[in-house]
């Protein structure tokens, strides 16, 4: 079985400061790791994801995250938040099962940004 | 930039009504996921088709939910009859086989049940 944690629900940040959204996983074969973002009242969109290579991963709006596989996390971080940015961020992880891909989501963590 | 379509954008229902949910993946995307995300929640998956083919439905309560794809292309969810925990967003999302580049999801459909 696999799971996903994200250790923060909520995370308040002011404008331009840095910010890390925490993301732990556990599982017993390899996995993929994904970030998505979510804005009120919308699907779940794409940030990055890691599938293999460099542990450092670059996505889009200036997010980027690390591949921890010795501590079994996956942090996303920003060095400078925007208003934009507030949002729910859901931390996925997937593996081969039957021949399919089976994803757990995490709980979310909300990003308020505060200006 | 190709989307997923989802239709309604909202539902509101009475308690033991059917109501039924419509998803337009992206063309050429093989592989649709019906989820459910209950408010404060990340997404559960219902059912995940493979071409029209159901290859995991293990979390689909199918004594009241059902789902189908018949030509391999769109998909309904339907609830029958629905109950006052069926209240969330269904999102609809599809992606490539291999599922690897991520899903993309289209902006779901929040049902009320009242």
């Known amino acids: 079985a696999q799971s996903v944690t994200q250790l923060d629900s909520q995370v308040p940040v002011f404008e331009e400061a840095p910010v890390e959204l925490r993301c732990n996983y556990s599982?017993?074969?390899?996995?993929?790791l994904f970030w998505y973002v979510q804005y009120p009242n919308q699907g779940l969109q794409l940030l990055l994801k890691?599938?293999?290579?460099?542990?450092l991963v670059k996505g889009i709006n200036g997010f980027e995250a690390e591949f921890n596989k010795s501590q079994t996390s996956f942090h996303l971080r920003k060095p400078s938040v925007h208003i934009s940015d507030t949002a729910e961020y859901f931390c996925?992880?997937?593996?081969?099962?039957?021949?399919?891909?089976?994803?757990?989501f995490g709980t979310g963590t909300k990003l308020q940004v505060i200006p | 930039e190709a989307e997923v379509a989802q239709s309604p954008r909202y539902k509101i229902t009475e308690k033991s009504q059917a109501v039924a949910f419509w998803c337009d993946p992206i063309?050429?995307?093989?592989?649709l996921y019906w989820y459910r995300q209950i408010l404060g929640q990340g997404p559960e998956l219902l059912v995940q088709?493979?071409?029209?083919?159901?290859?995991?439905d293990s979390q689909l309560p199918k004594d009241r939910f059902s789902a189908e794809r018949l030509k391999g292309v769109d998909s309904t969810l339907k609830i029958q009859p629905a109950e006052l925990g069926d209240s969330a967003m269904y999102l609809c999302a599809s992606s490539l086989v291999s599922g690897l580049d991520g899903y993309t999801f289209g902006s779901g459909t929040r049902l009320t049940v009242v």
């Open positions: 599982s017993s074969v390899s996995v993929y």
């Open positions: 088709f493979q071409d029209e083919s159901v290859v995991d």
């Open positions: 890691y599938l293999s290579g460099s542990t």
């Open positions: 063309s050429g995307h093989a592989t």
């Open positions: 996925a992880v997937t593996r081969l099962s039957g021949g399919y891909q089976k994803v757990t």
